[in-house]
């Protein structure tokens, strides 16, 4: 995260403080299919937004009521799970979405000090860690065709004290940039009139920057001023969101295409139209740029777009939260609530060729579905959100989970 009031154990929004989906930290892995919920508990309503962590609370937006007009924003404590504070709202905006997903659907962000979350209504709430209000804006009230039947689910993503928000739809279809501080709007510009759901990255080039994606191109904007900076022509995905991993922006595509924004006119340094991502966004761990591909991941060079592996997962099926790569793999969750391990194993017993490794599952574990957020991870644990509840995935008081061999 580009805030110095994050700490190393935060995961500030969707895809981590970094937007990689990658962690160093060693999380539990199943044993015997089975990987045992240190605790869940129920959300105050239904959502499929990620939860993020500040410091010791775990923080998910929900939302429900008739029409899922009623918006909950809540903090659970991270050791045990209960809940701190709940924060409640009522939608002015359009709250319609598709039953597979919510009006929580967008994913709340922090700088470390405030959170700030958008909901598919338009609705966007600014507030501290401790819960207490700041701010409260109806994007609706002045994009009143903003909205459709699927759910706005691009989430915010903040950058030096401005929150950036991406709501591309049929009808008023915009950027924005607010300040964090006052939630005044800095500035807006208008968006191709489709649906769109990708979620903006915060870039420095060296200045503060925000990237927007959609199947027209790439446009980066200055953060503060909202002056467009640069355009890069190529069709982006609608559903899965860039990665920022310096020097290379990664965008899903056909395929993905890296270009290094840290050279004069950000020029292509590599593509690979093997790399389709589907609906997940690309995942940058140890080198290797790793995508999921429904019942496939499949990876290359970080550096070169070269294709490095691919293996196939034969328990997953639909999958719409990116995976989450830490020291002891790579964490894929399948809407129906199945969690897939896969990482690199020691293959010289089998090969007879000492020192060579292969990519195979490692484990899978049952829950309850549906599940389609991305995942958090913090201090060696992984926070799971499913429709309704939020679940801790600890390692057991005396015990060692060992990292997968890199």
């Known amino acids: 995260m580009f805030s110095p009031h994050a700490s190393a154990l935060d995961w500030l929004q969707f895809r981590g403080s970094d937007t990689t989906s990658s962690s160093s930290e060693i999380t539990p892995l199943p044993v015997d299919n089975s990987l045992p919920a240190t605790w869940e508990v129920p959300t105050a309503a239904r959502g499929i937004s990620s939860p993020i962590v500040i410091g010791d609370s775990v923080v998910v937006t929900s939302s429900g009521g008739e ?14 799970g209960s809940r701190r504070w ?11 979405t598709h039953p597979t997903s919510a009006n929580a659907s967008p994913s709340p962000a922090s700088d470390g000090e405030k959170i700030v979350a958008l909901f598919s209504s338009c609705d966007l ?23 459709n039947d699927v759910s706005m689910s691009s989430s915010p993503v903040i950058l030096d004290d401005v929150v950036a928000v991406q709501l591309e739809n049929q009808g008023d279809s915009f950027s924005s940039g607010v300040d964090l501080e006052t939630g005044e ?3 807006t510009r208008s968006r191709p009139r ?15 920057a925000f990237v927007f994606q959609n199947s027209d191109g790439i446009e980066i904007v200055a953060a503060r001023s909202g002056e467009l900076i640069a355009t890069l022509a190529i069709s982006g995905s609608i559903t899965s969101s860039p990665t920022w991993a310096p020097p290379l922006l990664l965008v899903p595509g056909n395929g993905i295409t890296a270009f290094n924004l840290r050279e004069p006119s950000f020029p292509i340094a590599w593509e690979n139209t093997r790399l389709n991502c589907r609906s997940a966004s690309p995942v940058v761990h140890h080198g290797q740029v790793i995508v999921n591909q429904g019942s496939v991941l499949a990876a290359a060079d970080f550096s070169t777009g070269e294709s490095t592996w691919k ?3 034969r328990d997953v099926k639909s999958v719409w939260a990116t995976p989450i790569a830490t020291a002891s793999g790579i964490y894929v969750v399948d809407q129906s609530g199945t969690i897939t391990v896969v990482g690199e194993v020691d293959a010289s017993e089998n090969e007879g060729d000492s020192g060579t490794t292969k990519v195979e599952v490692l484990g899978i574990a049952e829950f309850t579905g549906p599940m389609l957020a ?16 939020l679940i801790k995935l600890a390692q057991p008081t005396g015990t060692e989970s060992k990292p997968a061999p890199e």
């Open 185 to 187: 709007t800095l500035w």
């Open 194 to 208: 489709r649906s769109g759901w990708a979620t903006p990255v915060a870039v420095r080039l060296p200045d503060p």
């Open 311 to 313: 293996t196939r997962m």
């Open 374 to 389: 991305t995942p958090a991870v913090s201090d060696g644990s992984l926070f799971l959100r499913s429709d309704s509840s």
């Open 67 to 80: 029409d899922e007009r009623d918006l909950y924003i809540e903090a659970f404590d991270a050791e045990d």
């Open 86 to 96: 709940l924060r409640t709202l009522h939608a002015l905006g359009r709250p319609y």
């Open 125 to 147: 709430v600014c507030l501290k860690t401790d819960g207490t209000p700041l701010w409260y804006r109806a994007l609706a009230v002045d994009h009143p065709r903003t909205g």
